[in-house]
């Protein structure tokens, strides 16, 4: 039933909240795999896309940014994801070391995200890689 789908899916996305705050000590990689199950078995649950987006962030937890930055993506083609995907991607290309495609991140969310609080993040985001940069050259 949908009433368990959404259960379901809503326990994956507890586990990635968990692993993110590093609450949660087992491999990635098992809780990965159960949520590519999950996904496989329930492919039109309505939350699939925040699924999708948990799977994102476990691939950068454990350190896989291309596995990572192909859902978010994917991920920011869903208009209600763009912020959370495009901060996200930012972060991401920040951890991997592509500091231009940060940039572009930062800037695309600055200027076309949907929400003002994600847009300022998207300006704030823009400032501390320029302060940093400006530092650097110091």
Do not use: H
Request: no cysteine; net charge neutral; glycine share 8%.
């Amino acid at each position: 039933s949908k009433l368990q789908i959404i259960k379901a899916s809503l326990e994956y996305l507890s586990i990635a909240r968990r692993l993110q705050g590093g609450l949660a000590t087992f491999e990635y990689g098992g809780v990965i795999e159960q949520t590519k199950k999950f996904l496989d078995e329930n492919p039109n649950s309505p939350i699939t896309p925040q699924v999708k987006l948990s799977i994102a962030e476990l691939y950068a937890l454990k350190g896989d940014y291309a596995n990572s930055i192909s859902l978010y993506e994917e991920a920011k083609q869903n208009p209600d994801l763009f912020d959370a995907a495009s901060l996200s991607l930012a972060r991401v290309y920040k951890q991997s070391g592509d500091l231009a495609r940060t940039e572009s991140e930062y800037r695309d969310l600055a200027n076309n995200g949907q929400d003002g609080a994600q847009k300022a993040k998207g300006y704030l985001g823009l400032a501390t890689l320029y302060l940093a940069s400006d530092n650097q050259n110091k």
